[in-house]
């Protein structure tokens, strides 16, 4: 439907995730006639529904071996679905520790697009909080966790051999939410919300005040049932846009955009308004 209403949309079908969704993808990937299987399916997909191409959502390869699958599998992908006719995307996370296991240059060759999840740096599982989407590292990071940022992701993944071009960085449309804390560098006893996020529509929370660090590129409220909630606000977005601009990538995505607030009524405060803004000035 959407295709049909904006015929110059590249509309591609995401596949896999978080959690469960990425499961399937170690065994597949392993076994030369699974893969071949799975690239055949992806490409009866694409022209079933006249859509433009697969996103690889492995999440993520757990070792050097599961790398190499990894680039296999995207070796016989790209035959099915061979540019510019088709596009050939991937989500990767920002982190080394994830993307040391893949040769990026050589998975550069097969794609058209890498989506840097360039978020959740902070969470749960770390044991002071921090920002979660910080564009620079701290100059004096309070982990190892706090030391990634989206600048550290883009030079990792340029000097490993992926063009700029081909970069897209994430923007979270949504807070993780730290309680029983003072904020970055502090420990937390709890998190609120939706599996400790906020919908970024539903930031500030009330009675909260927001503020924006210009130094490192971030954002955060402090106060009301939230605690300590790390996101990105407008400026942030600008920021984060301008980088992009200035660098070469490819652009800015949105996970996800349900969670902005209208670019229609509210302008001022729509993250991915403010990132167009950003990417286009007027």
Known sequence: MIKRKYSKLRVVLSVGGGGKGSEPFAAVARDPQSREQFAQTAFGLVEQFGIDGIDIDWEHPADSKQGEDYIALLAILRQYLPAPRYTLSTALPAGEWALQHINLGHAAHYLDLINL????????????????????????????????????????????????????????????????????????SGQAGEEGTFEYRELPRPGAEEHVDEQLGAAYCMGGDGGFVTYDTPQTVRMKANYVRQNGLGGLFYWTGTGDVSSLTQKDRSLVYNGFLGLFPQ
């Open 117 to 188: 999840m360039a978020y959740d740096y902070s969470g749960p599982w770390v044991s002071k909080c921090g920002h979660q989407a910080q564009l620079f590292t701290p100059p004096v990071p309070h982990s190892p966790e706090a030391a990634i940022s989206c600048h550290s992701a883009v030079s990792y993944m340029v000097n490993q051999g992926i063009p700029r071009h081909k970069i897209v960085m994430g923007v979270p449309a949504y807070g993780r939410s730290f309680t029983g804390t003072r904020g970055v560098g502090h420990s937390f």
